[in-house]
């Protein structure tokens, strides 16, 4: 009888600790993580940000024992339960017309490894979407076309474009729900229009819905010319292209607990996830990891730098889990404009018919 009582309460005190611990975390969650909440919201909140981090635990424990290639971590997706993020980043739809062209020739023979931005020195910090506008799509095309440009005019701090301008004045209704890249390219090649900087027009990646365009003179800005694609599952064309410095876009879906709260190592897809979303992301490097012996593509997202490796996922490099996916890349770029009145910014590269 003494036993039992005792068993009891050790038990219940232990319990006590663990649920303040537990609200301690949750309220230095909120506070890492800028989160206000009502309080009915906060309850939510709080349960799926206990689950999560259980889940995360056991991750990580996997990861330990080298059951796993990659580790977890709580970010600011983890008071949302899965089908609610995966809601928030809709299955991209596509245009039916396409004003690609035939893209330059990428080398023939890619290296074992490459890295775009390491090769250059290129500096880039990874820019943060927001959690409740699915826009990815318009900050892969501002980051491919940003460190293309780099690459062209020798400047490897880069200015950053505006992915918002892109939002606004390119994504026709659908900038925070489904749209795609190709949008963000042919409102560039097509319509003559500049890619601007973010500190002509500034980022509100926590406005759920798309805003009004506003229209700008840019003091400086990037003309895109044209734009190329690689069919779906061509993986070796699509390393040819990154290892000539291309970086590329790819779809992929994000909708799995693992890439949700993906911190380090390489990501390697359940075979069926729990539904179907879409996030943009680009490619810009690949290799071999040697913890894991796995291949990898190194991928730049845009859930800010405190998610994934500083930004990046590296993501495993398999023929049975084809990373290319509509993949789509800016292809040539005109002059840079100086001034709003250069003419040379409205020049278009005549598309080569194949
Ligand atoms: C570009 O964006 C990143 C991430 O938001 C930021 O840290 C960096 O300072 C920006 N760079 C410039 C030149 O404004």
């Given amino acids: 009888m003494f036993k039992l009582l005792l068993c009891c309460l050790v038990v219940s005190g232990a319990y006590a600790i663990n649920h303040g611990t537990q609200?301690?975390?949750?309220?230095?969650?909120?506070?890492?993580?800028?989160?206000?909440?009502?309080?009915?919201?906060?309850?939510?909140?709080?349960?799926?940000?206990?689950?999560h981090k259980n889940l995360i635990a056991q991750q990580n424990a996997l990861a330990d024992r080298k059951a796993s290639s990659y580790r977890v971590n709580e970010n600011q997706f983890s008071d949302i339960r899965l089908i609610t993020f995966a809601a928030r980043l809709p299955e991209a739809r596509?245009?039916?017309?396409?004003?690609?062209?035939?893209?330059?020739?990428?080398?023939?023979?890619?290296?074992?490894?490459?890295?775009?931005?390491?090769?250059?020195?290129?500096?880039?910090?990874?820019?943060d979407q927001g959690?409740?506008?699915?826009?990815?799509?318009?900050?892969?095309?501002?980051?491919?076309?940003?460190?293309?440009?780099?690459?062209?005019?020798?400047?490897?701090t880069p200015l950053n474009n505006s992915a918002q301008a892109l939002i606004d004045c390119a994504g026709m209704g659908n900038g925070c729900t489904t749209q795609v890249p190709q949008i963000a390219f042919d409102?560039?090649?097509?319509?003559?229009?500049?890619?601007?900087?973010?500190?002509?027009?500034?980022?509100?990646?926590?406005?759920?819905?798309?805003?009004?365009?506003?229209?700008?003179?840019?003091?400086?800005?990037?003309?895109?010319?044209?734009y190329g694609t690689i069919p779906d599952g061509n993986?070796?064309?699509?390393?040819?292209?990154?290892?000539?410095?291309?970086?590329?876009?790819?779809?992929?879906?994000?909708?799995?607990?693992?890439?949700?709260?993906?911190?380090?190592?390489v990501y390697v897809p359940p075979v069926r996830a729990q539904a179907s979303s879409s996030q943009f992301l680009v490619v810009v490097g690949y290799g071999h990891d040697t913890e894991s012996d796995l291949d990898?593509?190194?991928?730049?997202?845009?859930?800010?730098?405190?998610?994934?490796?500083?930004?990046?996922?590296?993501?495993?490099?398999?023929?049975?889990?084809?990373i290319a996916k509509r993949a789509i890349f800016p292809n040539s770029l005109g002059t840079i404009a100086t001034t709003p009145s250069t003419p040379t910014t409205t020049t278009r590269a005549t598309p080569i018919t194949p």
Wanted: net charge negative.
């Fill in 23 to 51: 609200a301690a975390d949750f309220e230095a969650y909120m506070k890492k993580f800028g989160k206000v909440y009502t309080p009915a919201e906060k309850n939510n909140a709080q349960f799926y940000y206990n689950y």
């Fill in 94 to 127: 596509y245009p039916t017309t396409s004003f690609n062209v035939t893209p330059i020739t990428p080398i023939e023979v890619a290296p074992p490894e490459f890295d775009i931005l390491s090769q250059w020195g290129i500096e880039l910090v990874a820019q």
């Fill in 131 to 156: 959690t409740v506008c699915s826009s990815s799509w318009a900050y892969a095309v501002a980051r491919s076309i940003q460190i293309l440009n780099a690459i062209q005019v020798g400047n490897f």
């Fill in 187 to 226: 409102y560039l090649t097509q319509n003559g229009a500049l890619l601007l900087n973010e500190a002509d027009y500034p980022a509100t990646n926590t406005d759920s819905q798309q805003g009004m365009c506003k229209p700008q003179m840019p003091p400086s800005a990037i003309k895109v010319d044209s």
């Fill in 235 to 265: 993986d070796a064309l699509l390393m040819r292209y990154v290892a000539s410095e291309v970086p590329v876009i790819v779809e992929y879906n994000p909708a799995t607990f693992g890439f949700m709260h993906y911190s380090s190592g």
């Fill in 296 to 322: 990898y593509w190194l991928c730049l997202n845009s859930f800010g730098d405190t998610w994934g490796e500083k930004g990046f996922i590296r993501i495993v490099r398999s023929s049975t889990q084809p």
